[in-house]
C-alpha cells in the first residue's frame, strides 16, 4: 500500500532563511502526482506546489520550490526568505495517476510537519 | 477563499442528535469529498463523489451518511456519534474526480465537530 512519511512532526526557521521539509513515500506505482499542502492556524489546507512523476524538472512556485528524488522516493520543499505567514502545518500527500480504477482521486497524506517563523 | 466554503464552523452534539455538515463548491467541480483530521493524524478520506455518484467508501460506520443532491454541494449526515468522532471534517473538490494532471483538490475552512 502506498505511504507518505513526515519524519520531522515540529521545524522552526528564522525570518528571512530558508528551510527545507522532508518527506518520504512508498510506491510501486510508476506515475503518479506529489503534493504540499500548507494548514495555517485558520485550519484551511491550502495548496503549495504539486509534482508530476513522469517530470524530471522540479516544480517551483515563487519561493516555494520541491526536489524530487524519484529513484529515492524522496520529496523535499524547501522555502526560500520565510515569511511569517509561512507558520503552518505542511503536508505532504501523494496521489494515484489516472487511470486507476477507484484510486484516481485519492490523496495519501503524511502525518505533517508544524512550521514556526521566528522574527 | 478557495471557492469551496463548509458550515457551521464549529458544531458541539450529544452522542443523541442528529446534525448535518454542508459543503458547498462555487468552482464548477464535479467530485467532491469528505476528509476527517484527527489530533496527530494524517487526514483521512472518508467519502468520494464524482458527477454526484459516490465512489468511494473507505469503510466507514454507518453513523456517517454522505449526501450529494448535485455536483455543488456535499452533506454529511451525523447520528449517534462517539466522542472518538470529535475531528475537524474537511470537504474538498476537484475537476473529476479521475485523478488526472487536472484533477487537483481544493479545500474548505473545515468543521470542527466535537461529540460530547
Known amino acids: 500500500a502506498q505511504t507518505v512519511t513526515q519524519s520531522q512532526p515540529e521545524m522552526s526557521v528564522q525570518e528571512a532563511e530558508t528551510v527545507t521539509l522532508s518527506c518520504t513515500y512508498d510506491?510501486?506505482?510508476?506515475?503518479?502526482?506529489l503534493f504540499w499542502y500548507k494548514q495555517p492556524p485558520s485550519r484551511q489546507m491550502i495548496l503549495v506546489i504539486r509534482q508530476e512523476a513522469y517530470k524530471q524538472q522540479n516544480a517551483t512556485e515563487n519561493r516555494f520550490s520541491v526536489n524530487f528524488q524519484k529513484a529515492a522516493k524522496s520529496f523535499s520543499l524547501k522555502i526560500s526568505d520565510s515569511q511569517l505567514g509561512d507558520a503552518a502545518m505542511y503536508f505532504c500527500?501523494?496521489?494515484?495517476?489516472?487511470?486507476?480504477?477507484?484510486?484516481?482521486?485519492?490523496?495519501?497524506f503524511g502525518q505533517g510537519t508544524e512550521l514556526s517563523v521566528k522574527p | 477563499e478557495t471557492g469551496v466554503t463548509q458550515t457551521p464552523r464549529h458544531l458541539v452534539m450529544g452522542m443523541t442528535n442528529k446534525k448535518s455538515l454542508k459543503c458547498e463548491q462555487h468552482?464548477?467541480?464535479?467530485?467532491m469529498y469528505w476528509y476527517k483530521q484527527s489530533a496527530k493524524k494524517p487526514l483521512e478520506l472518508m467519502f468520494v463523489y464524482s458527477l454526484e455518484e459516490r465512489v468511494e467508501n473507505n469503510s466507514v460506520p454507518s453513523r456517517f451518511s454522505p449526501e450529494c443532491p448535485n455536483s455543488s454541494h456535499l452533506f454529511l449526515h451525523l447520528h449517534t456519534l462517539q466522542p472518538e468522532d470529535s475531528a475537524l471534517y474537511l470537504c474538498a473538490s476537484s475537476q473529476d474526480g479521475s485523478g488526472s494532471s487536472t484533477d487537483t483538490q481544493y479545500f474548505g475552512p473545515g468543521t470542527r465537530l466535537t461529540v460530547l
Open positions: 510506491t510501486s506505482e510508476s506515475d503518479y502526482y
Open positions: 468552482l464548477g467541480h464535479n467530485a
Open positions: 500527500a501523494y496521489r494515484w495517476a489516472a487511470p486507476v480504477y477507484n484510486q484516481g482521486g485519492k490523496l495519501i
